[in-house]
């Protein structure tokens, strides 16, 4: 690992190693997240969301392969942070409205992504490579793509007479 940045390469590939450990700790994250989904339409978009940050970690271990650098670096503390939250949430939310915790979490490791793989879009395109920038932005219009379907599926799930229910007063 280096131990001070000199040259933009070497902080890129930092960086890519970051957002390789943020995707993997992304995933855990996410099963954990679909483990307490109740519906059935939560549960396929969590699937969705993991499959597609397992895809996004195989890009970034392309780009290692093809730039012949790898690093060994840990996810960002915003990772971690987020799966620690997504445990103590879960434990303190009760079963019958957990896709109101699950979905807001999802929202959370979504723009982790975002902000994890955006600005390496802009250091490959000056720094490196137009081929790396346009996989890298693949995965950033996936990861929005990905965002808003989660916002959708909110505001449907918030919205309906089941979480209405749930959440009433007089049933607390």
Known sequence: MFEHFTEAHELFVYR?????????????????????????????????????????????????????????????????????EAHAVLRKTDEAIADLAVLPLALEVQYNAIAAYEPLTIYAREWVGASIAERLEQCVVEQLSSRNRVLELMRKVFASSETMQATRPDTL
């Open 16 to 84: 890519l190693g970051i957002a390789r450990g943020t995707s993997r700790r992304g995933i855990v994250t996410l099963g954990v997240l679909e483990q307490h989904s109740q519906r059935r339409e939560v549960n396929a978009l969590v699937l969705d969301l993991a499959e597609e940050a397992r895809l996004h970690a195989a890009v970034l271990e392309d780009l290692f392969a093809e730039l012949e650098r790898n690093v060994a670096v840990p996810p960002g503390h915003l990772a971690d942070g987020l799966d620690r």
